[in-house]
């Protein structure tokens, strides 16, 4: 069964930086739509920042400017390249993508376990 396997989260300080990666653990046969979500205890799971399948970028305005996501076709990776964190960061960060496993599979939505993301003041 495929699955998204995300990698990259852990604790940082304010004003540091971290780079998530996302990638299936398996060949696949195609991939579009990916992106990263967030959700801080008692919050609800909000986007942070999508590629749509055209390749058009959406972020959320509490990342603008600090947040760059980003996708490697050739490897079917998507990065959440984090800078400037602040503690109102800290949440797990989930990556979504929209997804073929192989040519008889219809697309689905995928979404990785989630990583944890802290930022300590």
């Known amino acids: 069964q495929v699955q998204l396997v995300e990698s990259g989260g852990g604790l940082v300080q304010p004003g540091g930086s971290l780079r998530l990666s996302c990638a299936p653990s398996?060949?696949?046969?195609?991939?579009?739509?990916m992106g990263w979500y967030r959700q801080a205890p008692g919050k609800q799971r909000d986007l942070v920042a999508a590629i749509g399948s055209g390749g058009e970028l959406n972020y959320s305005d509490s990342v603008k400017g600090r947040f760059t996501i980003s996708r490697d076709n050739a490897k079917n990776t998507l990065y959440l390249q984090m800078n400037s964190l602040k503690p109102e960061d800290t949440a797990v960060y989930y990556c979504?993508?929209?997804?073929?496993?192989?040519?008889?599979?219809?697309?689905?939505?995928?979404w990785g376990q989630g990583t944890q993301v802290t930022v300590s003041s």
């Open positions: 398996e060949s696949i046969f195609s991939i579009n739509a």
């Open positions: 979504k993508a929209r997804l073929q496993p192989s040519y008889r599979d219809y697309y689905q939505i995928y």
